[in-house]
């Protein structure tokens, strides 16, 4: 099989309730996704999404997607989409860094396998693991009666994990973490969320105030070492997300257990490929996981359960069904929240069809 052209699609996706809010004033009202359709001379087509929150979050942005694409895509043509791994280090070769760039043609590629062998990729990526993927919901930062609020409605719908986000004054993070902690039921657990924007002796002073509330505490900070000076503060469980985001950091990590949880979003490590790896690492380093995507739609969703229920459920810590949070529909079959969990498809590849009409014309087309 060989690849005989690519199309670059972009898609609106407006989030509900009015959008995410996160630490240090960062907000998002609508999602800017990529979509990559691989077409071949087999006749079959694959595809792959990548969606960055926003272009503050993280080393990526939509518009860096869709321009290293026309860079990168064009090395592929004439080659055989089902060899991952050589596609993988192709692109490595052709693109340095950029990992969310390659991250949607690394996921189309691997749907084309799934296709072409007739399987589901949760088959491929080491099989089924229980009969379903437990979810977290994250709960955008507002006032703290606010919050609590949001885990009481989306308890409605099946959630029990909720990822409360904080990183603003001091003071008023620690009265969001004692009200949604009080809200919380039996069985449901809290994970405090600053994504990077603590600095340590903020995060010392807040766990301090904080010490009889359960929850584990994730990405207080920004850089490494001052993660490694906060959790050697504490005795809580302790989440990394941002600052890993590849194979030697996350070696690093473990050598240095400088947590119990690690974060693994298929576009900040470039793909289902690495994504893999960094799971295998993990299972044989006994490190929980939550599998999960920046954002997107139900391409990402797709991608997201189907590692997830490959992962052993003694070491699946969560993961996020991105579907969940948008307004706007691009793919059917793919994986939704199911009374707080969600399960990968039977079907082969991704087990997803994409709406065309929704997908629009492409803006880029590679052949």
Same mark, same amino acid.
């Given at each position: 099989?060989? &690849? ?31 979509? !990559? ?55 490595? $070769? ?34 089924? =693991? ?35 986000? !904080? ?5 008023? /993070? ?18 405090? %969320? ?6 340590? =002796?903020?995060?010392?002073? !807040? ?10 505490? $994730? ?6 070492? $001052? ?15 941002? &600052? ?48 999960? /995507? ?44 199911? %009374? ?25 087309? &590679?052949?």
């Amino acid at each position: 099989m060989k &690849i005989t052209g690519i199309t670059v699609h972009q898609v609106d996706l407006p989030l509900r309730a009015g959008g995410m809010r996160w630490s240090t004033g960062r907000s998002l009202a609508t999602y800017d996704s990529t979509v !990559v359709r691989i077409t071949t001379d087999a006749g079959l087509v694959g595809h792959g999404e990548v969606c960055p929150l926003g272009p503050a979050y993280l080393p990526a942005y939509a518009g860096g997607v869709r321009a290293g694409l026309a860079k990168l895509a064009p090395h592929l043509i004439g080659h055989d989409p089902t060899e991952t791994g050589v596609i993988a280090r192709l692109m490595d $070769e052709r693109l340095k860094g950029h990992p969310y760039v390659k991250s949607a043609l690394d996921m189309a590629c691997w749907d084309l396998l799934g296709l072409a062998a007739g399987l589901p990729l949760v088959t491929l990526l080491g099989g089924r =693991h229980g009969r379903a993927v437990k979810l977290y919901r994250a709960i955008s930062q507002d006032t703290p009666a606010a919050m609590a609020e949001r885990i009481a409605q989306w308890r409605e719908v099946g959630y029990r994990q909720f990822q409360i986000k !904080v990183g603003s004054d001091p003071d008023l /993070d620690i009265e969001r973490i004692r009200t949604t902690g009080a809200a919380l039921r039996a069985g449901e657990l809290l994970v405090v %969320d600053a994504n990077t924007s603590w600095l340590p =002796h903020q995060a010392a002073r !807040v766990l301090r105030a904080v010490e009889d509330v359960p929850f584990h505490l $994730e990405q207080p900070c920004a850089g490494y070492d $001052e993660c490694l000076s906060v959790r050697a503060r504490t005795g809580r469980a302790f989440v990394l997300d941002e &600052i890993i985001d590849g194979v030697p950091g996350l070696l690093r990590a473990i050598a240095d257990r400088a947590m119990d949880v690690v974060n693994i979003k298929l576009s900040k490590v470039g793909g289902i490929g690495v994504a893999r790896q960094m799971r295998d690492i993990c299972v044989a380093a006994g490190i929980a996981m939550t599998i999960e /995507d920046s954002g997107g739609s139900d391409i990402v969703t797709a991608a997201v359960a189907h590692l997830a229920h490959a992962t052993p459920e003694a070491l699946r810590f969560s993961s996020s069904d991105n579907i969940g949070y948008v307004d706007r529909s691009i793919a059917e079959g793919g994986p939704h929240n199911e %009374d707080g969990w969600m399960r990968a498809s039977s079907a082969p590849g991704l087990g997803i069809a994409p709406r065309l009409d929704v997908l629009g014309p492409p803006l880029l087309t &590679i052949d």
